[in-house]
């Protein structure tokens, strides 16, 4: 900045002087006090003093409070040296770092210097006040600077960008980000002023440049526009917020082009994300845009009027009402922007329009509707507002409220018109509302541009302007923050890529060799993650397709489609957020809500046609082009941009944004781009005040420490070879010589004597370039020179004053002692009378005056002769001066006579030059010419292009009038046919014309084959028609020969079908059957699809583990040796193993021979004890031959996907055939069939992609396999529990609906049945209320609802069994009212038992109570059964002589009754399962919340304890004299607690998921049972309207069957008979349940004992997770002192070289060296001790595996002895069988977590131990490097502490000592080499003790490992054998039932007989 003048007082606010920031002074302060930077809570960074080191802590006294703390040295970050405050760009600072950045942006805030250069970026810090840096006098400073010669701002880089648009003639941009009330805003307007200035348009006196244009505006009219279309954009975009009082709520890109002369040739502005949601709600202290409140308060009344505007109060949109902003006026806003616009060009009327639209906007949130009070239906009760509304956007009231109440919806061909809600018709009005003012922007935003662009000067080039969201990370961020966030990323990784670019050209400038990084490729995977297929963007577009999808079903998809992504973080249970996204700004927390919503932004589309044919033409035109969620059209229309866009599959927000991004991102990687980063200080909106963690965190998502990382990799510090040598020569004295020497030498010697590393510096041509902290370093070590050569030059000049000084005194104490001894004379003498003679006589002699002349004449001679010397002198110069004349001369006149031949021949020069002018010239006057011509050319061709794209959409005009004539041609088709349907019956009708028809029907399938074959001719050419259609111009013409060939074939068509009339209804059908095929296909392709993308998701799941495999394949190489020594301990545990699998095999068989003892010798249960015995023999043989079934899977699966894809080939191939034979839908098939071939060849590149990773995922595939076996087990025993219970509520629903359609029959009892209707509704009511009341009880009561609901469905079997009797006397008796009468009565006996099932779950814990209830119930139902009987009876005795008449009719009744059944059955089923269901998730929710309160709890129980024993075991460490006794207690306490906290921290994270998934499957389950309930209750209201129908038609009916009944009575005897043989098996039932109760009592007793095993268990688990913690903590420390010896061997090597200087001249210290060495041997012996505790530690952990191993196997033992105690009881206890499987379930899943968490805590040993052996490597490879430098460390300190002058002194002794110092060097060498051996030796031992811990490690993993897959083994046995006896018990009965059955139909037949 040499040209400018820092004086200048109007460049006070940019320029700071840089002489004051190089104080010596200052400069040695800092260097004594050695200033670091500290961390700070509200400060962020502060600075302090380094006082001591304490291990991996620092003391530091702060500088402020002189306050000393202990900071740890990763903390601590370097400080600048004082040069380099209020940098100008902070890329040249030498220490790059967060608190150093800070420090120079807050230096120069608070100096009033808002802009810094970071790099590429410009930094800008909102001052909060007017600066006077924006005149047109500064814009003339900056005008054609270049960047370093001014200071910054955003004035240079705007200029930047000009010039290089000029000179390089490449576009640029210039990106403004930066949070809201950061600046941006103003920034781009700066940038808008400052081109609208330089690049003003000027009148020119050149021919292709007029004054003026045809529109007539002077110059500068472009410019003026271009200024005053911020005002607009910002009174409709911007908002007041919380941060920002004039905040844009939308971003923008601003595209000034430039004619070739570098003016002004035309703008345009492109939004993006305008904040629609603020029209209708704005939160507290919050505006809608301005315009509203420009508008209200700015026109007059009597305009207000009529536009039918109202108070601010009075609008609902309106949240805050009239809120006023502090200084800014709206009325004088609102005439700013009425001018700009008349500026702009827009007219009086639209302007008016726009307020009407504006007013109307406003109105639609005033509309009040209500909900009626028997319906869901909305009304308007008042619609004045919506005649305003409609009166303002020119539409009918009628039609309005008609759209929004009851719109019409298309559904299939037809319209229907649907009833919307209170809640559905609000959320249309704000829809519409937004989208109005949406529609309305975007029209202004076009009005602007086609304003802007009116010149007709040709743009050459442009600089675009981005005003744009910076990063945001809110605490919750949603779909707008994601679109932001994406966004940045984008622009983030242009920076990367630059920055990357423009480093590259440095190096390579200057000849560096580096490594080159694309750092753009940094942020790839968070791009991939949001943008690419199965992205986050695209999951919200695919759910979006999904009537039925949800934000939860969005957020599970995606974290089951990314949960391994390494950018994707999943959000854990505490969590509010849905997921996390790691951005390079850190991770970002995202809320799901409202996402589908958002992306779709679905429109009422009755409403936007309406307005579409508004009969304001205003309105009608900004809706014009509406893209509406639900247009069935299918249309291609020319975007702005060129391309095809298909409007029909409606555009998501998504990819619109999408599509806006990547045409942005393609422009501005086209172009140069310059950044500009806008920080916001503080919150409060004051200047001056700086908040430095807010600060920091925008510079880190604005992307400036991102660039300054990347800066950091490379060689950030650069200084030319004079400054460098002029600098740091005084480092190296006498290493260059004298004379000249080039700078680069001069530098090379420079480095060579700093002894510098090769890796921390270049040297290129022009520049040596540094790694960031070597200058810092250079700095230092400079400061310290100088302050030597300052003390020793204060000592010099102390020295020559202390001589002088006693030079002065002596000659004093001279001229002292002379005075003395002269007085002394004189007082002598003055009184002697000789002496008064001698001084009186004295002056009158004559021969002292003779003296005085000769002094004097002397004096006059000496004169004289100085004199001649001195003319001497002249005389001689003279000469020489003559002689040096003369030589001049001639050289003068040969320098002339040289010029005089150089003047002819430039002379000559310039007469050719003048002539090349001439012809220069005349050649640019014909390239101009030729320009103008082909600029004409261009002109004609753009016309000839928008032609042909006119002629294009015509002929797609043609296209679509064609289409709609097929379709009409259609519908005549539809009703020929139907015309000759008739005709085909009366042809039917008439025998004469069969013949004829057969030969017809012969004829008409020949033609038929024709039609077929020249359809399929027809096919070929609608390919060849697609293929062509996706060309441009040139295939124009043959589009309309296709078309021609279409009509052609068309009336072929045509006339074919006309001589087939009489078969047209045949290939209807053919054409409806292929439909329907076409749609299979289509869904199993679409199926097929969805297991391809699975696929491939697995196939990548796989790959990364794979690598995973592998990394973890090379760890277990290196234990090859390991696993051979743990082969025989593997066959001992193997050995073991087998003997516990022959105890269980043997235990199996005894169960077996009990159950074969227990089952009855009939043929049924032959059968199934067989087929069960096969199965068992099936399940071992699957358990031993698993790796070859996974080989086999494997083969098939792949053989599968094969045919798969041939059975895709041949469904295509199908489609294609029978495509061509719907004419209606043939483009439609048509583009289906091309997209399916398309997929296709995607599938079969997929499946070949799959095939060549198929060899790699192999190792892998054992894994998957033995998970999907698992899977398939979990999910076959959950198909036969539900299948179980899916029968048995089957069985419970027929009943039930069997009885009320029956029920339906009946004359006399059907008010009873309308009143057993509503009581089974209020029941019903009453159960749900109940089922909620009961939530609370059911965690304790779950075991005993399950027994419950077992023991009442054996007694609804037995009670099956007694209504199958009944079923067969009252059929017998064939009286239909009497079975209606007995259904009715069996229906309320079933409504009963619900009701006391629900009321026996309030009286569990009385389990005896239960019991007598249920007997009582039983009595009961047996009274009401023979009151029926008596009841049927006396009704036979008047009924019998009409039961033969109703016997007929009951069978074609009965079909009827078959049908309702089954829908009964359907719903009531549905029903069932979905309470079941919902039941089972809530209790297993309430169980997993007190598990997880219980773990929880447990968890802080552990952590208290492990903090004590920590604390006890750090005290015990620091005596280590009284610790040795209690070390191996003290760390086996430690384990466990450490092994208990990282299991139930396991534990409960896998609570948590569970419980999420609990939680969404109970909503679904809600919402399920909502809708069944409903059809439930349609189903039900129908059913009782049919059943009053079928009452009327029975009651008649009846009253002829009265006499029927006397017939019949003769049957009453046996029906007594039947049910005194009931009365016995009730009895009986009564004895089994006394029986029942007692074993239940038993297994009460059993079940309690085995919960008390299973505590100890717990109790068992919760120590091995004591010591698993303990272990976890020591890795822990471990890592921390990993990473305070990787910092001290950093700072120890930046010590290296002046250490290795100082050791080669410390003869005096080697014999401190000595000491230091014995100390290391010391130190050595630590570590033998340090080897020693952890051969201790090995041998504590082996103790512990062994008491691990005897648990284990003491816990198997008792798991066998409850095992087998519970099998007895299920042999013994039929009835509770099913509380035993409940106890059984719940131990497998402890069970199954315990073998969870055992998996995850190997997991962590495995993760961490290799984290342990990578470390332990890292260490080895650096303790030789340590080794070497120990003795530089020690040297180091010793000349801190003994200073300067001893170097002095020992640098001069250093030429006299060489020879002892290399004898030394040879003995320290020998030193050395025995400290390596031995410590070569220590690490030997310690890889030694690490072997062996390894070794116990696998040997306890393996022995766990075949433990688990032994107890998993038993467990599944176990349960296959309980669901044998399950079934075998249920079949029994089925026997037992059917004989009975049998029994009594003999009895019945001997009674008739």
């Known amino acids: 900045m040499a040209d400018v003048d820092r004086s200048d007082p109007d460049l006070k606010f940019l320029v700071v002087d840089r002489n004051a920031f190089s104080d010596p002074a200052t400069q040695a302060e800092w260097s004594q006090k050695r200033l670091v930077w500290v961390p700070h809570e509200t400060a962020g960074f502060v600075a302090a003093s380094m006082k001591r080191a304490q291990g991996e802590e620092v003391e530091v006294e702060l500088v402020e409070t002189s306050k000393k703390v202990l900071v740890s040295r990763d903390d601590m970050q370097k400080m600048n040296p004082p040069k380099y405050d209020k940098q100008e760009d902070m890329a040249d600072l030498t220490c790059l770092n967060e608190a150093s950045v800070l420090h120079n942006i807050k230096e120069r805030y608070y100096s009033g210097l808002i802009y810094t250069y970071s790099g590429l970026f410009c930094v800008v810090v909102n001052p909060y006040k007017r600066l006077p840096i924006y005149t047109e006098k500064i814009i003339e400073i900056y005008k054609g600077k270049k960047r370093h010669e001014v200071p910054p701002h955003v004035f240079a880089i705007t200029d930047i960008a000009y010039r290089s648009m000029l000179q390089d003639r490449e576009d640029q941009s210039i990106l403004c980000t930066g949070e809201s009330g950061a600046g941006k805003t103003e920034n781009t307007k700066k940038v808008i002023q400052y081109l609208a200035y330089v690049a003003a348009s000027k009148p020119k006196s050149s021919s292709h440049l007029p004054a003026t244009n045809e529109g007539g505006l002077s110059f500068g009219e472009l410019e003026q526009q271009l200024l005053k279309a911020n005002p607009i954009l910002e009174a409709f975009g911007n908002a007041k917020t919380v941060k920002n009082d004039n905040s844009s709520r939308f971003g923008k890109f601003v595209r000034i082009n430039f004619d070739a002369s570098g003016y002004i040739a035309g703008a345009n502005i492109e939004t993006y994300l305008l904040e629609k949601a603020r029209i209708i709600r704005q939160a507290p202290d919050e505006r809608t845009f301005h315009i509203f409140y420009q508008l209200l308060l700015g026109s007059t009344q009597e305009f207000k009027s009529n536009i039918l505007l109202e108070d601010a109060k009075n609008y609902t949109f309106m949240t805050q009402g009239g809120l006023r902003v502090p200084g800014i006026d709206d009325i004088e806003e609102f005439t700013a922007t009425q001018n700009a616009m008349k500026v702009m060009g827009i007219s009086d009327d639209d302007m008016t329009s726009i307020w009407r639209v504006i007013s109307a906007s406003l109105l639609f949130g005033n509309m009040e509707f209500k909900q009626e009070r028997n319906t869901d239906q909305a009304t308007l009760p008042d619609n004045t507002v919506a005649q305003k509304v409609a009166h303002l956007l020119g539409i009918q009231v009628t039609d309005l409220t008609k759209a929004f109440l009851k719109p019409r919806i298309k559904v299939g061909r037809d319209y229907v018109t649907k009833a919307q809600t209170k809640e559905q018709v609000e959320f249309a009005i704000e829809a519409i509302g937004k989208a109005t003012y949406e529609r309305l922007f975007k029209w202004i935003v076009t009005r602007i541009n086609r304003s802007l662009d009116r010149t007709k000067r040709q743009g050459a080039s442009f600089i675009g302007i981005l005003d744009i969201a910076g990063f945001e990370i809110f605490e919750l961020n949603s779909f707008e923050q994601l679109c932001i966030n994406y966004t940045n990323e984008k622009l983030q990784q242009l920076f990367n890529h630059t920055m990357f670019i423009l480093e590259q050209e440095e190096y390579q400038r200057e000849g560096i060799e580096w490594k080159f990084i694309d750092f753009g490729l940094d942020l790839q995977p968070t791009i991939d993650l949001i943008e690419k297929p199965m992205g986050i963007m695209a999951l919200v577009d695919e759910e979006c397709w999904f009537p039925k999808a949800t934000d939860k079903s969005f957020v599970e998809k995606l974290v089951t489609s990314h949960a391994v992504h390494p950018k994707f973080v999943k959000s854990d249970f505490k969590s509010t957020a849905d997921f996390s996204i790691l951005h390079y700004a850190g991770q970002v927390n995202y809320s799901a809500a409202q996402w589908l919503m958002k992306n779709m932004d679905p429109l009422n589309e009755n409403i936007v046609q309406y307005l579409q044919a508004s009969q304001d033409p205003f309105v009608c035109h900004i809706w014009k082009d509406a893209e509406i969620v639900g247009m069935a059209q299918q249309a291609m229309t020319d975007t702005q941009f060129g391309r095809v866009t298909r409007k029909g599959m409606f555009r998501t927000v998504s990819q619109l944004y999408k599509e806006q991004l990547s045409k942005l991102m393609v422009t501005l990687r086209n172009t140069n781009p310059n950044f500009v980063r806008c920080i916001i200080p503080n919150h409060e909106k004051k200047a001056g005040k700086i908040n430095a963690p807010l600060v920091l965190d925008q510079l880190r998502c604005n992307g400036v420490l991102e660039g300054i990382r990347i800066c950091r990799q490379g060689f950030p510090n650069r200084i030319p070879f004079q400054e460098f040598r002029q600098r740091y020569e005084l480092l190296t004295p006498n290493v260059i010589p004298k004379g000249f020497m080039d700078g680069k030498k001069a530098c090379e010697k420079m480095i060579e004597a700093l002894e510098l590393d090769p890796g921390l510096f270049r040297i290129g041509q022009s520049k040596i370039f540094f790694r960031a902290g070597v200058l810092a370093h250079l700095e230092e070590e400079r400061d310290l020179r100088i302050t030597d050569l300052v003390v020793k030059f204060q000592a010099y000049c102390r020295g020559l004053l202390a001589r002088r000084n006693y030079q002065k005194r002596v000659q004093q104490l001279n001229a002292i002692r002379i005075l003395q001894r002269n007085c002394a004379a004189y007082l002598k003498l003055r009184n002697w009378q000789w002496w008064r003679l001698y001084t009186k006589v004295k002056p009158l002699l004559q021969v002292t005056k003779n003296d005085e002349k000769v002094m004097q004449k002397e004096n006059e001679l000496k004169e004289i002769t100085e004199k001649l010397h001195h003319h001497e002198a002249e005389v001689q110069n003279l000469d020489k001066q003559y002689q040096q004349a003369l030589e001049e001369k001639n050289i003068l006149a040969e320098q002339l006579q040289a010029e005089t031949e150089l003047c002819a021949e430039a002379e000559e020069m310039r007469a050719r030059l003048a002539a090349r002018k001439q012809e220069m ?858 509380n035993a499987q409940k106890m059984e379930n719940s131990k497998m899943m402890l069970e199954r977590q315990n073998k969870e968490l055992k998996v995850k805590l190997e997991e962590v040993e495995n993760s961490n131990r290799a984290k342990a052996k990578a470390a332990i490597a890292a260490l080895e490879s650096k303790v030789s490097n340590l080794e070497e430098q120990l003795s530089a460390e020690a040297q180091e ?117």
């Open 921 to 1778: 010239e005349e050649i640019i006057h014909d390239m101009e010419a030729r320009i103008e011509e082909e600029e004409e050319k261009v002109l004609k061709s753009g016309e000839e292009r928008k032609k042909l794209q006119q002629h294009i959409q015509d002929l797609e005009e043609q296209l679509e009038e064609e289409e709609a004539a097929r379709q009409k041609l259609q519908i005549e088709k539809v009703q020929a046919e139907a015309k000759m349907k008739q005709f085909e019956e009366q042809l039917v009708a008439s025998d004469d014309f069969k013949e004829k028809f057969g030969k017809d029907k012969k004829n008409l399938e020949e033609k038929l084959s024709d039609v077929s074959a020249t359809l399929a001719e027809e096919e070929e050419k609608a390919k060849h028609l697609l293929k062509l259609k996706a060309k441009h111009e040139s295939t124009i013409g043959e589009l309309e020969d296709k078309l021609r060939k279409d009509n052609q074939q068309k009336q072929e068509v045509e006339r074919a079908k006309r001589k087939c009339e009489t078969e047209l209804g045949d290939m209807k059908e053919q054409v409806l059957e292929r439909k329907q095929q076409v749609e299979e296909i289509q869904l199993q392709l679409g199926k097929r699809e969805e297991e391809v993308a699975q696929a491939l998701m697995k196939v990548d799941e796989e790959a990364a583990a794979k690598a995973n495999a592998q990394k973890a394949l090379r760890e277990l190489e290196s234990q090859l040796g390991e696993v051979v020594e743990d082969l025989d301990a593997e066959k001992e545990a193997r050995n073991k193993a087998e003997k516990q699998k022959r105890d269980l095999n043997e235990e199996l068989e005894a169960l077996k021979n009990e159950l074969l003892d227990s089952l009855d010798v009939t043929a049924a249960q032959q059968e199934l004890r067989t087929a069960r015995e096969k199965e068992l023999a099936n399940i071992k043989k699957s358990l031993e031959d698993e790796t070859s079934n996974h080989e086999q899977m494997t083969t098939d699966m792949r053989h599968k996907h094969s045919h798969e894809i041939s059975q895709i080939n041949n469904q295509l191939d199908q489609l294609k055939k029978t495509k061509t034979q719907a004419e209606k839908g043939k483009s439609q098939l048509e583009a289906e069939l091309a997209d399916l071939a398309n997929e296709l060849k995607a599938t079969s590149g997929n499946k070949q992609e799959a095939e060549r990773k198929r060899k790699q995922l192999e190792n892998h595939a054992g894994e998957l396999n033995a998970k999907l076996t698992e899977s398939e087990s979990r999910c076959t025993e959950a198909q036969e529990r539900l299948g179980k219970i899916l029968n048995e509520m089957e069985s419970m629903g027929s009943q039930l609906q069997e009885a009320e359609t029956r029920a339906s029959q009946a004359s006399k009892s059907t008010d009873g049945l309308e009143a057993q209707l509503s009581e089974v509704a209020a029941n019903l009511e009453e159960e749900t209320r109940q089922k909620l009341a009961v939530n609370s009880k059911l965690r304790a009561l779950e075991n005993e609802k399950e027994h419950l609901l077992e023991q009442v469905e054996e007694e609804e079997g037995k009670a099956k069994t007694l209504e199958k009797n009944l079923t067969t006397a009252s059929q017998q008796l064939a009286d239909a009212r009497r079975k209606a009468e007995e259904e009715s009565e069996q229906v309320a006996k079933l409504e009963e038992y619900k009701k006391k099932q629900m009321k026996d779950f309030e009286e569990m814990q009385h389990r005896m109570e239960e019991v007598q209830s249920s007997n009582e119930k039983l009595d009961k139902s047996k009274k009401k059964m023979s009151a029926e009987l008596d009841d049927a009876n006396i009704e036979l005795d008047s009924h019998r002589s009409k039961v033969l008449e109703l016997e007929k009719k009951q069978r074609n009744f009965d079909k009827i009754l078959a049908e309702e059944k089954m829908n009964g059955e359907r719903i009531s089923t549905e029903r069932d399962n979905a309470e079941r269901d919902a039941r089972e998730k809530e209790t297993k929710l309430l169980n997993l919340n007190r598990g997880l309160e219980e773990l929880q709890a447990q968890l802080d129980e552990s952590e208290r304890s492990r903090r004590q024993l920590q604390a006890e075991l750090d005290d015990l460490v620091n005596t280590q004299g009284t610790a040795d006794k209690n070390v191996h207690e003290l760390e086996k306490a430690k384990r466990q607690l450490e092994q208990e906290l990282v299991e139930q921290k396991t534990q409960l994270e896998e609570l948590e998921d569970e419980l999420q998934q609990t939680e969404d499957q109970k909503m679904r389950l809600e919402v399920n049972m909502q809708a069944l309930k409903t059809q439930f209750e349609r189903d039900l209201a129908a059913k009782e309207e049919a059943g009053e129908e079928k009452r009327r038609g029975m009651a008649k009916q009846i009253r002829d069957l009265e006499a029927e009944l006397d017939e019949e009575r003769k049957q009453k005897q046996a029906a007594v008979n039947a049910k005194k043989k009931l009365e016995t098996d009730y009895k009986d039932l009564e004895s089994t349940m006394d029986m029942n109760n007692k074993l239940k009592e038993d297994a009460l007793k059993q079940l309690k004992k085995l919960q008390q095993a299973m505590k100890e268990i717990q109790r068992d688990a919760e120590e091995a997770h004591a010591s698993k913690n303990e272990v976890l903590q020591q890795s822990k420390d471990l890592e921390k002192k990993i990473k305070a010896l990787e910092s001290d061997l950093v700072q120890m090597q930046e010590d290296l070289s002046a250490a290795e200087r100082a050791r080669r001249t410390a003869e005096s210290e080697r014999d401190e060296l000595a000491e230091e060495l014995s100390s290391s041997g010391s130190k050595g012996a630590l570590a033998i001790d340090e080897k020693r505790r952890l051969d201790a530690r090995i041998a504590a952990l082996e103790g512990e595996l062994e008491e691990e191993q005897t648990q284990s196997e003491m816990l198997m033992e008792r798991a066998r002895k409850a095992q087998i105690s519970i099998e007895q009881l299920t042999t013994e206890l039929a009835g509770e069988r099913g």
């Open 1837 to 1953: 300190r010793m000349l801190a502490a003994k200073g300067n002058r001893k170097l002095e002194k020992k640098i001069k002794e250093l030429l006299m000592q060489l020879e002892d110092e290399r004898r030394h060097a040879d003995q320290y060498k020998e030193q050395n080499e025995k400290t390596n051996g031995r410590m070569k030796a220590m690490r030997r031992q310690l890889d030694e003790a690490e072997e062996e811990i390894s070794r116990e490690k696998a040997h306890r993993r393996k022995a766990q490992r075949e433990l688990d897959d032994f107890v998993e083994s038993n467990e599944s046995m176990n349960r296959e054998i309980n669901n044998l006896k399950n079934k075998l018990r249920s079949a029994g009965n089925v026997v037992m039932a059917a004989e009975g059955f049998k029994d009594k139909k003999r009895e019945k037949e001997q009674n008739d007989k």
